[in-house]
């Protein structure tokens, strides 16, 4: 089976190529990614990219035909995305061009050319607002941020492209946790374990109320690999499916309270004079149950919590590392104010 994967460089693209590595030994997987992160690893380790048959590096917005001229893909993963709602908010015009016009682009020119399969990675962030009604997938969408409005414009785009020949699964992925070679502390698992182990107090930012799914980057790969090679008559020509656990589903000061407990009794702090943070979905991973029930998560918020928190424990993390390049958009905004990117994002050549 031959594989592309498009933004691999990132928080879930070495997890998903180590697991995809595991579970298809023979598989030919191509990388294609423009490298922002390239270098944010976290020790020094193999570089994940050596499991790969072949990397490309351009910006998926001038892809063209060649790329799929050289190989003949059975699948095609598109990961490649200004990837939360901070950096949609700071650049929301690439945002939409690289999370839709991109990927709409780029299945169309797959599905001329004979790829099967069509894996999308959306977001639970579709829904948008009001923790009290479980959302499913005929629910309302009310995205709160450009972001999750990329993700929509994207699914109505593929929705348009699927057919019998060309199978399409937006996996609209809960929240990601866990351990990655390119770990991202701005997610809120990892940036509590981040807190309790550097500042030995956790504070939470907001009020606390929200409801977010969790999912472990594991358990994301495992989903991938499901829609990579699902078919038809399971789940439609197009298929947008929530991707999580039930169990998955917390109040954002419940988590905290959690990964207290998890770490040894941290004080955790609610920020009782926040506004209240609107994006707020409690999720029902009911019909992922149904279609995929091989390819469940396995991790628990316990197992996530203790991988991530002894994980970091062995290198120096700054206090302050909020501020520090394991936050997307600091990291973003620092090669912008480097004059290595320029403000479409598109990198600067000397
Ligand atoms: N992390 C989450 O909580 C989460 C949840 C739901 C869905 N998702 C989606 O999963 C996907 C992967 O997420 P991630 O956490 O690994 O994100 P990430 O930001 O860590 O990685 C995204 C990758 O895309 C690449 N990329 C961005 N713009 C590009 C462009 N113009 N051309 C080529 N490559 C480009 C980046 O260099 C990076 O390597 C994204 O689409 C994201 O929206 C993530």
Redesign the pocket.
């Known amino acids: 089976m031959n594989i592309l994967i498009?933004?691999?460089?990132?928080?879930?693209?070495p997890v998903l190529i180590t697991h995809l590595r595991k579970s298809w030994p023979e598989a030919y997987l191509v990388g294609?990614?423009?490298?922002?992160?390239?270098s944010c690893l976290l020790m020094d380790e193999v570089l994940p990219e050596v499991k790969l048959d072949k990397q490309y590096y351009?910006?998926?917005?001038?892809?063209t035909t060649v790329v799929f001229e050289k190989e003949k893909f059975d699948v095609v993963i598109?990961?490649?995305?200004?990837?939360?709602d901070p950096?949609g908010k700071t650049f929301e015009a690439?945002t939409f061009?690289?999370?839709t016009s991109?990927t709409e682009a780029i299945a169309v020119m797959a599905k001329n050319h004979g790829v099967r399969s069509f894996v999308?990675?959306?977001?639970?962030?579709v829904y948008g607002m009001d923790g009290k009604k479980i959302k499913n997938e005929s629910s309302e969408l009310a995205p709160q941020t450009a972001?999750a409005k990329s993700?929509i414009d994207s699914e109505i785009k593929l929705n348009a492209i699927a057919d019998d020949t060309f199978t399409v699964t937006c996996?609209?992925?809960?929240?990601?946790?866990g351990i990655?070679p390119?770990i991202?502390l701005d997610?809120v698992l990892n940036d509590f374990v981040a807190s309790a182990l550097v500042n030995k107090r956790i504070d939470i930012l907001s009020d606390g109320t929200p409801w977010r799914p969790l999912?472990d980057?594991k358990d994301?790969s495992r989903a991938i690999e499901w829609a990579s090679n699902r078919e038809a008559k399971n789940g439609g020509s197009f298929l947008a499916i929530n991707?999580g656990a039930d169990e998955s589903n917390i109040q954002v000061r419940d988590l905290a309270y959690k990964v207290s407990e998890e770490l040894g009794g941290i004080d955790v702090s609610v920020n009782s004079d926040a506004s209240p943070d609107t994006r707020s979905y409690k999720v029902d991973f009911s019909l992922f149950k149904e279609l995929a029930s091989d390819y469940q998560p396995l991790m628990s918020l316990s197992d996530s919590i203790n991988e991530v928190g002894e994980r970091l424990m062995k290198i120096d993390l700054d206090k302050d590392f909020r501020k520090s390049s394991w936050m997307?958009l600091v990291y973003l905004n620092n090669l912008v104010n480097n004059s290595l990117i320029d403000s479409h994002?598109?990198w600067i050549v000397y």
């Open positions: 498009l933004g691999n460089l990132g928080y879930i693209g294609y990614d423009n490298a922002y992160f390239a351009g910006d998926v917005r001038d892809i598109q990961l490649a995305a200004i990837s939360n950096m690439p061009e690289i999370n991109a999308f990675a959306s977001s639970c962030s972001y993700k996996l609209r992925f809960a929240t990601a946790c990655s390119r991202r997610l999912i980057v994301m991707a997307r994002l598109r």
